[in-house]
C-alpha cells in the first residue's frame, strides 16, 4: 500500500466514522445509521440533500440545500458537535451583497464550502439569467457577503480548491446549457481576486461505455495528499429509466491540476440502498463534501440520496490513492 499523507488538514479527532463492515471489501463504505439528515427536519422541508459540510470551531459547519414544500430551492446553515446530529436553521441565508442585481437571489443549491487563509466560501448554483455559480463568503456562519457570480451562465458544480495554486485561486465547474444537461465535462479556472477568472483548462470528460458516459461534475474540494490532488467527483448513465449519478475517483497533478494522473475506471460509489434508488429523483448519490482528519487519514464523505436526503460514507485516504493508481 502506498504510504500516502493528506496536506494542509487539520487534525480532527471527532470526525465521525465507522469502521468497514465485516467481510467487505469496499474502499468507500456507508454509514449503517443512514439517511444522517432526513427530508423533514424543518417543518417546511420536502428534501435536504447536495449539501456542504465542513469543520467549524472544533466542531462543524454547513451550508444545505433544503427545498420546501413549494418547491423552492434554498440555502440554510446548520451546526452540529459530532458532524451526525444536526441543527438547522429553519430560515433560509439571507446573503449580503453591495450589487442588487447580483444580489438578488431567485434561488440556490448543489452548495460546497472551502476554507482558505481562514475564510470560509461558499459556492453554490446560483440563478442570474440561467444557471451560473454564485459566491460568498464568511467568518463566522452568521453573515454571509455574497460577491460576483464566477462564471457566465450557463455553469454549474463550481468547486473551489482549498488553497491558492501559483498565487491564484483554483476552481473546478461543468459547463452547461440552460437545462437539465445532456452533456458535460470538468474544466479549470484561475483567479487572482476570485472576481476575474480566467487560463480556463480542460481537465476531463466523459468515458464511453461506462457509468460516467453522459457527464461528468466536480464534488468535494478535492483533498491535498503526497500524491498530488485527490478529486471525487460525479459520473452519469443515461440508463433506459433517466439519469443514474454515481461518484468516482481521480488523481490530478499537484502544480498543475488541470493534468489528470490517475482516473479509477470503477466507480466508488453508486446507488443500491433503498434511499439511493427512491425519492424525488431515483438512483442519485452526490457527493458535495468530504472532511478529512490528517492524522489517520480517514475521511468522511457527505453526499445527496435520491435528491431527498443526505447520507455518509467513508473512506481511508492511502486506500482511495491506490484504489484510484491500480484501476487507472
Request: hydrophobic share 35%.
Amino acid at each position: 500500500m502506498t504510504s500516502v499523507r493528506i496536506l494542509n488538514e487539520k487534525s480532527i479527532p471527532n470526525l465521525p466514522w465507522q469502521n468497514r463492515p465485516a467481510g467487505s471489501a469496499d474502499v468507500v463504505w456507508r454509514y449503517d445509521q443512514n439517511p444522517v439528515i432526513p427530508r423533514d427536519i424543518l417543518p417546511n422541508s420536502n428534501s435536504v440533500f447536495n449539501s456542504a459540510v465542513i469543520p467549524y470551531r472544533s466542531e462543524f459547519a454547513g451550508v444545505f440545500r433544503i427545498d420546501d414544500t413549494t418547491r423552492k430551492m434554498q440555502l440554510h446553515r446548520g451546526f452540529s458537535k459530532d458532524g451526525l446530529d444536526w441543527d438547522i436553521d429553519s430560515n433560509p441565508i439571507r446573503f449580503q451583497c453591495d450589487d442588487p442585481e447580483i444580489g438578488n437571489f431567485i434561488y440556490g443549491y448543489d452548495p460546497r464550502v472551502v476554507e482558505i487563509e481562514g475564510r470560509y466560501y461558499v459556492m453554490w448554483c446560483n440563478y442570474y439569467h440561467g444557471a451560473t455559480i454564485g459566491m460568498a463568503w464568511t467568518d463566522d456562519f452568521q453573515t454571509f457577503h455574497q460577491i460576483e457570480n464566477a462564471l457566465l451562465p450557463f455553469n454549474r458544480n463550481g468547486v473551489l480548491f482549498p488553497r491558492k495554486i501559483n498565487g491564484n485561486f483554483v476552481m473546478l465547474s461543468r459547463p452547461s446549457d440552460s437545462g437539465h444537461t445532456p452533456f458535460g465535462d470538468v474544466y479549470l479556472s484561475h483567479s487572482p481576486d476570485l472576481v476575474h477568472w480566467g487560463k480556463h483548462r480542460w481537465v476531463m470528460g466523459p468515458v464511453g461505455n461506462s457509468w460516467q458516459y453522459t457527464k461528468v461534475g466536480g464534488g468535494p474540494s478535492p483533498i491535498e495528499t503526497s500524491e498530488g490532488w485527490l478529486m471525487i467527483y460525479h459520473g452519469v448513465l443515461q440508463s433506459c429509466n433517466g439519469f443514474v449519478y454515481s461518484a468516482g475517483a481521480a488523481l490530478l497533478d499537484p502544480d498543475e491540476p488541470w493534468k489528470v494522473i490517475g482516473r479509477a475506471r470503477p466507480y466508488i460509489l453508486n446507488p443500491r440502498e433503498l434511499y439511493e434508488c427512491v425519492g424525488d429523483v431515483p438512483n442519485v448519490v452526490f457527493p458535495c463534501a468530504s472532511v478529512c482528519d490528517a492524522d489517520t487519514g480517514r475521511i468522511a464523505i457527505y453526499y445527496g440520496a435520491a435528491d431527498t436526503v443526505v447520507a455518509l460514507a467513508f473512506a481511508k485516504v492511502d486506500e482511495l490513492v491506490d484504489f484510484v493508481r491500480e484501476n487507472s
